[in-house]
Structures are given as structure tokens and as C-alpha cells.
């Protein structure tokens, strides 16, 4: 796949991964454009991948990152700063929301170039107007 598949990919299982988490970050509660988040393993002995680090090939990646998005909670680029200087403390409650741990698109080998793109800029302008509506503010 080019790399414009590869990210626009990445960027449809980042926004379901936001979504497993409950789309706001875990400290402060603040909603954010999906590309902002970072997901913070709640125990780092815990930790069996990184989340960058995943390939993006379908079905595989999808359920090695949500079986890992169980021992994290998502947070915003800020807090998960704090979390790591020891300024804040992260609930270490973790919250995945099960209705995300099957997804149909994952399976779907053959998923076309052209739908990842629609859904991909789908999420990009959803992203675009949150951030215009935050300086009209």
C-alpha cells in the first residue's frame, strides 16, 4: 500500500481507538481532535507493544492494538506530560468500551483504497472544525 493508504489507515484505527477509550482524555475530561491523544499504559510491566510501533495490515493490527488499549487509558498530549513527572495521578481504572472489540473493517482484507480515504477525511474534517470552533472561542 502507498504511504497515503498507510496513513489515513493509521488514522481510522487512532479514531476508533480514541472512540474505545470514551473520546476524552481520562485527567482533565477535555475533548481533543483524535491525532492530539497519547495512550498511557497504566502499569509499563504491562506493556507488550507500543502503539506507534503496530503495522497497519488489517485484522492483525486492529487486534493487537485493542487487546493493548485494555491496560491504557487515553490522555491528552498535557496531562500525559504530568502523568510522567509525577505532577498528576492517572485513575488506574482503564475503560474500553466492548462494542469496540469486534470491528467488521479489520476482517475486511480487500478494503479499498478509496473508502479509507472518504473515511480517513471524514475524521480529518471532524478534526478540523473542533479545532476552528476552540480559537473562535
Not at 116 to 131: G, H, R, T
Request: a positive charge; proline letters at 2%.
Amino acid at each position: 500500500p502507498s504511504n497515503e493508504y498507510k496513513y489515513y489507515w493509521k488514522l481510522i484505527v487512532k479514531n476508533r481507538a480514541v472512540d474505545a477509550l470514551g473520546g476524552k482524555c481520562t485527567c482533565c475530561g477535555n475533548v481533543f481532535p483524535t491525532t492530539v491523544y497519547d495512550f498511557h499504559h497504566i502499569n509499563k510491566e504491562d506493556k507488550e507493544i507500543k502503539f506507534g510501533s503496530v503495522s497497519m495490515n488489517g485484522a492483525k493490527s486492529w487486534y493487537k492494538i485493542r487487546d493493548e488499549l485494555r491496560k491504557a487509558v487515553l490522555l491528552c498530549p498535557n496531562c500525559h506530560r504530568m502523568v510522567h513527572r509525577g505532577y498528576i495521578m492517572v485513575n488506574n481504572q482503564t475503560y474500553f468500551n466492548d462494542t469496540f472489540y469486534e470491528w467488521d473493517l479489520a476482517e475486511n482484507k480487500s478494503v479499498k483504497k478509496d473508502k479509507v480515504i472518504e473515511m480517513a477525511k471524514q475524521i480529518e474534517d471532524k478534526n478540523l472544525k473542533y479545532a476552528i470552533s476552540i480559537f473562535k472561542n
